[in-house]
């Protein structure tokens, strides 16, 4: 791995809070973006670990989620991964998780659930009337409060998924209400759905059980369905629903809430 990774300016290992943090994380971003635009998904993440002083890994356990899981266990074992429970996750999802972690040795797993979703979901049919809240409440807030007190989060997005992550790029800030500036990491984002595969299968990583049951895409049961061949892999999230975001990211404060296959 090359050695000219820029650091924190001044050799600040600690960003300040305010205005002062989002004008070093810009500048941060900027070099990292210019020093790593040729660098492979491993560098990314080499670079990220190196130069973001509190970073977590969030991943849903979902189909292509190994993929980087593997990748981050073999740059730094214990780096932490939030895991997001919304409770109406399928039972496959669950094990997939317990399983996956064990392979692959991740030891600083957390798993995050909603403190109380029984007060403003207490039939479990939030998803029915209003999806937005549902997810607001089992996967935004949980989120934003699991990311309290880390610098940056890790993401496996990626630039074919939407015409709104064309351009994503390997590293950018995220400001979300009410919570500090944060390094978001996209160290896939210029893989394409055959770089996944290939990896998943070169690497011989077990896949989501649900992927061979017709599910490209997995979230929440309620919210997934199975995708017909030539479908878009994503076509099954929010089926016949004006949605297919979560909503746990942000541009310039704002959740995105739609974008073409996202």
């Given at each position: ?11 600040q ?6 205005s002062?943090r ?9 070099v ?11 560098d990314?993440?080499?670079a ?19 993929a980087?899981?593997?990748l ?8 932490p991964?939030?895991f997001?429970d ?7 999802t ?8 064990e ?22 049919t ?18 934003q ?5 880390f ?7 990626k ?11 390997f590293?950018e800030?995220?400001?979300a ?8 990491v996209?160290?896939?984002?210029h ?19 649900m ?13 997934t369905?199975?995708v ?30 739609t974008g073409?296959?996202?």
């Amino acid at each position: 791995m090359p050695r000219d990774h820029p650091q924190l300016p001044n050799g600040q290992k600690i960003l300040p809070e305010g205005s002062d943090r989002v004008t070093v994380m810009t500048h941060q971003v900027d070099v990292l973006n210019r020093s790593m635009r040729h660098h492979s998904a491993t560098d990314v993440l080499h670079a990220a670990v190196e130069n973001v002083p509190d970073l977590a890994l969030v991943s849903s356990f979902g189909a292509e989620s190994v993929a980087l899981l593997h990748l981050a266990s073999m740059v730094q074992r214990d780096l932490p991964v939030l895991f997001i429970d919304t409770e109406m996750l399928f039972a496959e999802t669950l094990v997939y998780q317990q399983e996956l972690s064990e392979r692959l040795g991740l030891r600083n797993v957390s798993i995050i659930r909603a403190s109380d979703p029984a007060r403003t979901d207490p039939d479990g049919t939030l998803h029915q009337r209003n999806p937005d809240a549902c997810c607001a409440l089992r996967k935004t807030v949980p989120l934003q409060q699991a990311l309290t007190g880390f610098d940056g989060w890790i993401t496996g997005r990626k630039r074919f998924q939407s015409g709104t992550r064309a351009h994503l790029p390997f590293f950018e800030i995220e400001t979300a209400p009410g919570a500090p500036a944060r390094i978001k990491v996209n160290p896939l984002a210029h893989w394409h759905a055959s770089d996944v595969a290939d990896y998943i299968d070169e690497n011989r990583l077990p896949r989501h059980p649900m992927v061979a049951k017709g599910y490209p895409s997995i979230g929440c049961a309620p919210c997934t369905s199975p995708v017909k061949p030539g479908e878009d892999p994503r076509a099954g999230r929010w089926r016949d629903i004006e949605k297919d975001e979560c909503g746990i990211h942000f541009v310039d404060g704002k959740m995105i809430r739609t974008g073409a296959n996202s």
